[in-house]
């Protein structure tokens, strides 16, 4: 599915310097020496597939093959594929090493899923890659674990075809590469409890302001999906795509609009 030597552009929702696209490029170094980047130029975490279409674009060519998007992780690609990267397009998109999971339902928010749907979008095959931590103050990031393991499974699926309209989601559990217990194919799950939560503060002068955050409580998910594998220090590798249709809803209310007609 993937030449040898491909042309390989990176991007991810943590911005260009974040550690993960740092090492990303290192993983992409040892399947090619056709690298490119072009990413965010800060940090664009949950902004899923929001592309800036009532400002311009501005571009910042940080080296040779590295540019960096003042716009969201969809911009990005859409600049590189169509823009940025000379002469032929990109063969693989990798979009990471994200810091933080994206698993569950959560993948609509994410940046980094987002790039790579894009990319997909763009006839070209995507992966996105993530590194998951406990998202507590000083936790402990085991990127090692990413990176011992991307090169492995990215030369593994490479080796198979996928559907065009699919995008794959790397996720790597939060442990170091001895602790990891395998790798699973998986679905995409769904937890069982709310993560997201609003926190109420103070300024200086009294008025309110709010917080976003998630409170990190683990769901009970079943067998077979990505949260169970990561739970268990296994690699998750989920096939996703854009077909959002509930088939067993569309067959149940098939009938329900019958014999509506325009108005006399």
């Known amino acids: ?52 279409i009532r400002e311009p674009l501005r571009v910042t060519r940080r080296g040779e093959k590295h540019f960096a998007v003042w716009g969201t992780p969809t911009d990005s690609v859409m600049m590189g594929v169509l823009s940025l990267v000379g002469g032929k397009r990109p063969d693989l998109i990798l979009s990471g090493v994200n810091k933080g999971q994206n698993l569950a339902e959560h993948i609509t928010l994410s940046g980094t899923i987002a790039a790579a749907i894009q990319g997909m979008e763009l006839q070209i095959p995507s992966v996105a890659l993530s590194q998951t931590y406990p998202f507590t103050e000083n936790s402990v990031i085991h990127w090692e674990t990413a990176e011992y393991f991307a090169p492995l499974v990215l030369q593994r699926l490479f080796a198979r075809k996928w559907p065009k309209n699919v995008v794959m989601n790397i996720n790597f559990p939060d442990c170091p590469p001895d602790e990891v217990s395998g790798i699973q194919m998986t679905r995409m799950g769904q937890r069982d409890q709310g993560q997201l939560e609003v ?36 690699i998750s590798v989920t096939p996703l795509h854009l077909d959002l249709t509930h088939e067993a809803t569309l067959a149940d209310l098939a009938d329900a609009l019958e014999g509506i007609t325009s108005s006399p």
Do not use: C
């Open 199 to 234: 926190h109420e503060r103070a300024d200086p002068g009294g008025r309110p302001y709010y917080w976003l955050g998630f409170n990190g409580r683990l769901s009970t998910p079943p067998e077979g999906t990505d949260l169970q594998a990561i739970y268990s220090k296994r």
């Open 1 to 52: 599915m993937i030449p040898q030597n491909p042309r390989i552009m990176l991007s991810n929702d943590d911005g260009i310097d974040a550690p993960g696209l740092k090492m990303l490029e290192r993983v992409a170094r040892t399947l090619s020496d056709d690298v490119w980047i072009v990413a965010p130029a800060n940090e664009q975490s949950a902004a899923s597939r929001a592309l800036s």
